[in-house]
């Protein structure tokens, strides 16, 4: 029988799915550092963000024909490495991008509403500051009209643009591998032509970077390496910008962040990722104009089935093979 650790968990129905077909489904959490020995006993691993599949992880597992993960990026698995041992790699790229598109959308709301500002406050001093905070957030504006900038325009930043077309949005996309897109929007409230085709033909970096009023993020980036949007990038965006960073932590140099928060040139910033996790800059957890959630950009319950099933699927089809 076919043996797999799906270590960071998966939802119940694609677990299912995979015992219905005959393989055996672990989801008791093996720590990283007993990994090594645990996956010896293993044919495939599935998993999420938090548990990593380093080379020397790789090196010591050659019993390992899969390696799966549940969600888009592949930054925790040395994937070349692992290809290179004969060791077939996938991941669902589709199943969590409107989950993560709508947190882009929370953290939008949050951060031109002050709602990040006054959540804090108001549970322990609404009764004493009420109407200073209520001169704080009625500074607030609208997202109608505004331009929406989309830096990397791949399954994510399209579901992006998606919900800000529909919210009366401008969309400047940037992608050096797209040149357009047919977005399809789904408007059931249309019946029977609910759907509607809308084409995006994608900008230059500098026109992004330049005319957005706010600017969400959906690009790859490999620990260590520098930080693409860094102050030199902030200094060159609209004055009052709002940043938000749902893709992989390390995209935005958090201390360039803090300056131009501080500053004033960056009005505000939605964070679901960070350079370090758990995170560590206080400064950046703190600050009353960063809106902040705990890396949970596909953490819904409809995203989570969709993975589950894509990945069994995936698995199935691969040792069927």
């Given amino acids: 029988m076919i043996r797999i650790l799906a270590n960071d968990g998966i939802d119940a129905s694609g677990k299912a799915q995979l015992e219905a077909a005959g393989f055996e489904v672990v989801t008791e959490k093996v720590a990283q550092e007993n990994l090594a020995t645990e996956l010896q006993k293993f044919d495939a691993i599935l998993v999420r963000s938090a548990t990593k599949v380093r080379k020397d992880l790789i090196e010591a597992c050659p019993n390992l024909k899969l390696?799966?993960?549940?969600?888009?990026?592949?930054?925790?698995?040395?994937?070349?490495?692992?290809?290179?041992?004969?060791?077939?790699?996938?991941?669902?790229?589709?199943?969590?991008?409107?989950?993560?598109?709508?947190?882009?959308?929370?953290?939008?709301?949050?951060?031109?509403?002050?709602?990040?500002?006054?959540?804090?406050?108001?549970?322990?001093?609404?009764?004493?500051?009420f109407a200073e905070l209520k001169k704080t957030a009625s500074n607030a504006i609208e997202l109608q009209g505004k331009t929406m900038g989309i830096y990397g325009f791949g399954r994510i930043g399209q579901e992006v643009a998606k919900i800000a077309v529909g919210m009366g949005m401008k969309v400047l996309a940037f992608d050096p591998y797209v040149?357009?897109?047919?977005?399809?929007?789904?408007?059931?409230?249309?019946?029977?032509?609910?759907?509607?085709?809308v084409t995006i033909n994608t900008v230059s970096e500098q026109s992004v970077i330049a005319q957005s009023d706010f600017i969400t993020f959906h690009i790859p980036f490999n620990e260590g390496d520098k930080a693409p949007i860094d102050a030199e990038k902030m200094a060159k965006m609209k004055k009052g910008v709002g940043l938000v960073n749902c893709s992989r932590g390390g995209v935005i140099s958090e201390a360039d962040l803090l300056a131009a928060l501080e500053s004033g040139h960056v009005s505000f910033a939605g964070l679901d990722v960070f350079e370090k996790e758990p995170p560590v800059n206080m400064a950046i957890l703190q600050h009353p104009h960063v809106s902040l959630s705990p890396h949970v950009g596909g953490s819904t319950k409809e995203a989570q089935n969709r993975i589950s099933l894509e990945l069994a699927e995936k698995v199935i089809e691969f040792f069927s093979n």
Avoid at 68 to 94: C, F, L, S
Avoid at 98 to 117: D, K, P, T, W
Avoid at 187 to 197: A, E, I, W
């Fill in 67 to 129: 390696i799966g993960r549940g969600g888009v990026g592949m930054d925790n698995i040395d994937v070349e490495y692992a290809k290179q041992k004969g060791i077939k790699v996938i991941n669902t790229p589709a199943s969590s991008s409107i989950s993560v598109a709508e947190l882009v959308f929370a953290h939008l709301f949050s951060g031109i509403r002050f709602l990040q500002h006054t959540n804090r406050i108001m549970p322990t001093e609404g009764n004493t500051r």
């Fill in 179 to 197: 040149s357009a897109v047919d977005l399809v929007l789904n408007l059931p409230m249309l019946g029977s032509n609910s759907r509607v085709k």
